[in-house]
């Protein structure tokens, strides 16, 4: 069984970089065509997607985001992070991460409970 | 980016309605298309991939079809639990989500 749990900070001031972290269990990101993904939904909205990692290390990003995005994974631990630079108000959203696999088209098939990350000084 | 767009934005049903959703993409995504459902609070859960496989444990009242721009979500006899909000999401791109597509008891 696949799950996912994101940690970080709740609060955030203006202008600081975000770091998540992102713990799963059930797979290894060392298997062929595993990914996973980070997606955030600001209050009432539709969910945007931010990055995804592969299991080969490959690496894609929000192109509106990707100056301010980084991912990386640490297999031994089963956790990937997310840090996302120069906070703003308008960043303010619930972020999600997400299990991906090529075989199924890269849907995000396991989602994270999400983490509710609010922008202010 | 790939633009999704859903329709209707919100619709109001009673149990054991037919409903139908659909999704359009501003260029071909081939079948790169998946639906999800929402409730409040939680986080979305895959519903369908590949626009017309239904994921492990999903009910057989959902199904999903089309290809190419244009897709859509059918729910043959709503059920209770079947109320909440349905986004649409491409792969064949930068990943994207239409709007959604709140659906509400009649």
């Known amino acids: 069984q696949i799950t996912l749990k994101e940690s970080g900070p709740t609060l955030v001031k203006p202008t600081q970089t975000l770091t998540l972290t992102c713990t799963f269990s059930?797979?290894?990101?060392?298997?062929?065509?595993?990914?996973v993904g980070w997606i955030r939904q600001p209050p009432g909205k539709a969910p945007e997607w931010l990055a995804l990692?592969?299991?080969?290390?490959?690496?894609r990003y929000s192109p509106s985001l990707e100056s301010r995005l980084t991912i990386t994974k640490d297999t031994s631990k089963n956790q990937v992070v997310l840090t996302m630079t120069n906070m703003g108000p308008v960043d303010t959203a619930t972020y999600f991460c997400?299990?991906?696999?090529?075989?199924?088209?890269?849907?995000?098939?396991?989602w994270g409970q999400g983490t509710m990350i609010t922008v202010s000084s | 980016d790939i633009q999704m767009t859903q329709s209707p934005s919100s619709l109001s049903a009673s149990v054991g309605d037919r409903v139908t959703i659909t999704c359009r993409a501003s260029?071909?995504?081939?079948?790169?298309l998946h639906w999800y459902q929402q409730k409040p609070g939680k986080a979305p859960n895959l519903l369908i991939y590949?626009?017309?496989t239904l994921q492990s444990g999903v009910p057989s009242r959902f199904s999903g079809s089309g290809s190419g721009t244009g897709f859509t979500l059918t729910i043959t006899s709503l059920q209770p639990e079947d109320f909440a909000t349905y986004y649409c999401?491409?792969?064949?791109?930068?990943?994207?989500f239409g709007q959604g597509t709140e659906v509400e008891i009649k």
């Open positions: 999401g491409q792969s064949y791109g930068t990943p994207t």
């Open positions: 260029q071909n995504i081939i079948n790169y």
């Open positions: 590949a626009a017309s």
């Open positions: 059930g797979f290894s990101l060392s298997t062929t065509s595993m990914g």
């Open positions: 990692i592969y299991w080969d290390d490959a690496k």
């Open positions: 997400a299990h991906t696999y090529s075989l199924r088209l890269d849907a995000f098939d396991v």
